[in-house]
């Protein structure tokens, strides 16, 4: 089983950065990749960026590579996504996912999630 649970939304100005905190309550947290979702009003959740279990490997959504950088550390159980660069169209509630996978993020079912915290950019 596995707990998550963010922290570090807020509002922010366009062109401003954030930094999104996870983390994991379980027994062997290098056993699961990490990564994060975000949903915006109206819209279906989608993917961000996902990290592999030693915390070698990265993958982003076009949208945000470039601007998100997603880094883990499994001493404290931790996953971090520090967003720069924030646009307005990046408002949405960021959600940290976990998963034994780390392939195919983008459409994988994902097993365990967090409850989610709001991000909003101001233009």
């Known amino acids: 089983q596995v707990s998550l649970v963010e922290s570090g939304g807020g509002l922010v100005q366009a062109g401003g950065s954030l930094a999104l905190s996870c983390a994991a309550s379980?027994?062997?947290?290098?056993?699961?990749?990490m990564g994060w979702f975000r949903q915006a009003p109206g819209k279906e959740r989608e993917f961000v960026a996902v990290i592999s279990w030693g915390g070698g490997g990265t993958f982003y959504a076009d949208s945000v590579k470039g601007r998100f950088t997603i880094s883990r550390d499994n001493a404290k159980n931790m996953v971090h996504l520090q967003m720069n660069s924030l646009k307005p169209e990046d408002t949405a509630v960021y959600y940290c996912?976990?998963?034994?996978?780390?392939?195919?993020?983008?459409?994988?079912?994902?097993?365990?999630w967090g409850q989610g915290t709001q991000v909003t950019v101001s233009s």
């Open positions: 996912a976990a998963d034994r996978g780390a392939g195919g993020w983008p459409t994988r079912q994902i097993h365990y």
């Open positions: 379980v027994r062997t947290f290098s056993d699961y990749a």
